[in-house]
């Protein structure tokens, strides 16, 4: 165990980021000759501005300044690689509300229109300082970059302070953004980088963010003040094919958030949530691509409605009525998320979010169940790893396997190697980790639970030439919110091993688990009480929808909710119908146990609970819900 300690804590070191060095050929004054910025507040200087930018850029770069006490009036500007766009301290860069004064000319108005969900304009219109497909980008200075807005929302332009898309290599830093009407900083599909040293205040409309990174890898958020956004404060996101990016950015090729690191920053909300977590792209085959991994919070101040929080369920995917309505819960992968030592104001609840291998200072836990253990949604997404491991398409090694995908850790002779899940389990409570695994040259490989809170762990060293079935019995020593469950090369020093199917059994099964597959809209409902805090619910009468779990043991109950608006539901038991339950009771009952299977033959078995859209004459209407399902082993 003292190998994975140690993996552990090198995983959470936080790398420095280095950005490249421009080769500095010119330091420009916009308002020296021959490109004569007035400087006035009053003309348009965007021209000005943008050709001194790409001068610099051509001569293979340098600074370009905005001198102080001017107030230099613009529309949108790019900024192009190896520049700094220096606003000077005590200079001001303005947004221009003529639309003749902008580049790219904007369109007017919060919304454009509500065929898109959340389709606002920000989204369409250039930012006031855009930078894209470049390399080695600095917006810095002292100064202030004030955003405006018209008489009326109708009028004003909406646009961002500063967006950047396919940018490698960029520093933001030390300018005050003021007044804004749309978004502060924006950085999609962005790579090495650091916004550092900002204040972010006034804001003069809604959906004001303070920084949103999106599918973007290797940046840091630190020492910046955002304070009092009214919307999301921080956002992280993956996305693919939003179909709001239709100008200056895009997510038709995804790619995956992580390494990312936000700290010691101030930020506020006056709604919403001081981070946001938002992780779409559900609909991309390849998972990892939409993966959010390696994300550090620490020592913020954190204040929102939601301190923390999750914009789960993905909107741009499923049909109606599911689309857009934050039921399906459909989310793309998380794992490795770490949040210590901040401070926060608001919920932390985070309870529809779905985080493998999650560290907090707060209540949330990892999930109490294993997520991909098929590998097929796809190779590693949810699986942590250490060194020499990973996943294969098994084409070529289908023999025996169930789908096209499984995981492995190889090369023990160049080190230690694991694959692993963070998960939450209860402690005195019997578990079984089981999986299929095969050894290519028959030399041993150590399958193991360790559990962080306590220091403790269980062990078990496996081999085989074929593909077997192997287990791991244990009882958990301490009820603890992250325990590392995986595969790893423990004290060998050479082999590799090969894993598929790998399934945590335990006493419960929550209404999240893989194991349960459910057919129609079962919407997730947070309730204090429920088992995880949380429950399934299908509404929708009229449509074809079931609750299906497969388990391994000797008897099954299904816990749910009865209340007085629950209907009634058909049951069977391997196919086999076996009675009709109602859910109906004048009192709310938690945890109640609408069905027992009573003993059955020990072995694997399918239960399922399919609504009838009927109920009893007191209901006010036919919910069904299905909470968890406890389990006999």
């Given amino acids: 165990m003292r190998r994975l300690l140690v993996s552990g804590l090198v995983a959470a070191v936080t790398a420095c980021l280095a950005l490249p060095a421009a080769a500095s050929a010119l330091d420009v004054d916009v308002t020296a000759a021959p490109y004569g910025a007035a400087g006035d507040g009053v003309t348009n200087d965007r021209a000005a501005i943008q050709s001194a930018i790409d001068d610099v850029s051509a001569a293979g770069g340098g600074k370009v300044t905005l001198p102080a006490p001017r107030t230099f009036l613009s529309g949108d500007v790019s900024v192009k690689s190896n520049v700094t766009l220096e606003i000077a301290g005590g200079a001001t860069l303005k947004m221009s509300q003529n639309q003749s004064h902008w580049a790219h000319r904007p369109v007017l108005g919060h919304m454009i229109d509500g065929t898109i969900e959340w389709n606002i304009a920000m989204y369409r219109n250039y930012p006031l300082i855009h930078s894209g497909n470049a390399r080695n980008v600095t ?83 630190t020492g910046n003040t955002m304070d009092a956004t009214s919307d999301d404060t921080i956002v992280l996101w993956t996305q693919w094919n939003d179909p709001r990016g239709t100008t200056w950015w895009s997510t038709a090729v995804p790619e995956p958030i992580n390494d990312i690191e936000i700290d010691n920053n101030y930020a506020t909300s006056t709604c919403c949530k001081a981070i946001a977590l938002i992780p779409w792209g559900t609909a991309y085959g390849d998972q990892r691509q939409v993966e959010m991994s390696d994300v550090r919070v620490h020592d913020n101040t954190l204040a929102a409605t939601d301190a923390v929080g999750c914009w789960c369920d993905d909107p741009y995917t499923g049909e109606p009525p599911s689309r857009f309505t934050n039921q399906e819960q459909d989310q793309a992968p998380m794992k490795d998320l ?43 997404a949810y699986w942590s790893r250490v060194s020499r491991a990973g996943q294969s398409d098994a084409a070529d090694y289908s023999v025996g396997q ?118 129609g809209l079962w919407y997730l409902y947070e309730r ?105 082993r």
């Fill in 402 to 519: 169930n789908g096209s995908w499984y995981g492995y850790i190889q090369y023990f002779d160049v080190g230690y190697t694991t694959l692993y899940q963070g998960v939450s389990l209860t402690g005195g409570q019997t578990y079984t980790l089981r999986a299929r695994i095969q050894t290519p040259d028959g030399s041993p490989a150590r399958m193991y639970v360790y559990d962080t809170c306590g220091g403790t762990g269980v062990t078990q060293n496996v081999s085989s030439l074929a593909w077997t079935d192997v287990s791991l019995r244990f009882t958990a020593a301490s009820s603890c919110g992250r325990y590392i469950v995986g595969f790893d090369s423990g004290t060998f020093t050479s082999g590799g091993l090969r894993v598929d199917d790998v399934l945590l059994e335990g006493p419960r099964i929550d209404n999240d688990d893989p194991v349960i597959s459910y057919e």
């Fill in 338 to 380: 770490t949040f210590a030592r901040n401070r926060y104001t608001g919920s932390t609840a985070l309870t529809k979010a779905h985080i493998q291998n999650l560290v907090a200072d707060f209540a949330k836990t990892s999930p109490t169940f294993i997520r991909n253990g098929g590998f097929e949604r796809t190779g590693h």
């Fill in 528 to 632: 204090a009480g429920d088992h995880g805090g949380t429950e399934r619910m299908a509404t929708q009468a009229g449509t074809r929808s079931s609750a299906t779990v497969t388990f391994r043991g000797t008897r099954a109950r299904v816990l749910a909710v009865r209340g007085g608006d629950r209907g009634r539901a058909d049951v069977y038991l391997d196919g086999v119908y076996k009675t009709t339950i109602d859910q109906y009771s004048p009192t709310t009952d938690l945890q109640y146990v609408t069905y027992d299977t009573g003993t059955v033959a020990a072995g694997t078995h399918e239960l399922r609970v399919v609504p009838t859209w009927t109920k009893h004459p007191a209901s006010a209407n036919t919910v069904i819900s299905v909470d968890a399902v406890e389990v006999v």
């Fill in 139 to 221: 917006v810095t200075g002292g100064g202030t970059i004030e955003m405006t807005r018209a008489l009326t929302d109708e009028t004003t332009i909406h646009a961002m302070g500063i967006g950047f898309h396919k940018v490698d290599g960029f520093r933001i830093s030390n300018l005050t953004m003021i007044g804004a009407s749309a978004s502060n900083v924006s950085l999609y599909t962005v790579d090495n980088g650091i916004v550092s040293g900002m204040t972010m205040r006034d804001d003069l409309d809604t959906n004001v963010e303070g920084v949103a990174i999106g599918n973007s890898q290797h940046v840091r958020v």
